[in-house]
């Protein structure tokens, strides 16, 4: 290695720890930029050295590889996990969690983020993923957001973001560290309702207060699912409660996958591909993981990150 890292990058530092999951080893290398301009310099830094940048959100959709991952892991911290509103304008920093947006928002009478609730996500994360639920759209509210790269901050309009399902154009090296919303005028105590309502309803649906990911595998349009979600889907072909060494679907939600047995990464990678296998050979439907992967192992049906 030529140069010297920039300040505040670590060596080997454990991700298990970072995900909801509970798996994978070390990253080679760790930072958690707290502002825009330490954030450029790292990437810049890891560009000009052939390093991978891996971004790691609220850890709610990332499986680390048990071998770790040969890059620099990011984590943003300070004014780029900030939430702050002017007006009807809400503004967070790119690691912000989504549901702490949709809760201040709520507090501040500004309605139109109440689907983020729900969001186990960043900010950042949710643009890259074009993260909806609960008939929420995020680009209906997003004003713009601020991109990292190696070569400083772009701006761009939701109309350059490419989004489409579960997408957006954002690539590698490409880190939202701001984001603008939008938001209505709303009375708070009717949002809060709202926004109880929706916690309710995924308590009852999902599994919580163990150690798991969100939702698995991305919906399907394909015809042959006849309008069913991946998690029906999973269910009629036998998997909820199907178990790969530590990890298995979830008897409350088929599309969830749990560590309960001290689970490795290729525990669940090995049963997301034997879910996968399952739905393929009753429907004919290849189900797309909707999970992110840091390191030298590749979620069934996507590439190795």
Known sequence: MSAVPPPGVERDYPLARLTTVRTGGPADWFARPAEAGSLVEILGWAEAEGIAVGMVGSGSNLLVADAGFHGIAIKLDGELASIEHEGETLRCGGGARLPSAAAKAAGWGLSGLEFGINIPGTAGGAVRMNANAYGGQLARVLEWVDVATA???????????????????????????????????????????????????????????????????????????????????????????????????????????????????????????????????????????????????????????
């Open 151 to 305: 070569a400083g901050i772009d701006r761009r309009g939701p109309e350059n973001l490419g989004f489409s399902y579960r997408r957006s154009n954002l690539g590698d090296g490409e880190v939202v560290a701001r984001a603008s919303f939008h938001l209505s005028p709303g009375d708070p105590d009717e949002i809060r309702a709202t926004l109880a309502s929706m916690r309710g309803r995924r308590r009852e649906a999902q599994p919580a207060g163990i150690k798991t990911f969100g939702s698995t595998f991305k919906n399907p349009d394909d015809p042959r699912a006849e309008g069913r979600s991946a998690g029906q889907l999973l269910e009629a072909a036998g998997c909820r409660g199907l178990r790969v060494g530590g990890a298995r679907f979830s008897e409350k939600h088929a599309n969830f996958v749990e560590n309960d047995r001290g689970a490795t990464t290729a525990d669940v990678l090995a049963l997301m591909a034997e879910g996968r296998r399952r739905v393929h050979q009753r429907f004919g439907v290849e189900l797309e993981p909707e999970v992110q992967v840091l390191g030298a192992a590749a979620p069934p049906g996507g590439s190795e990150l």
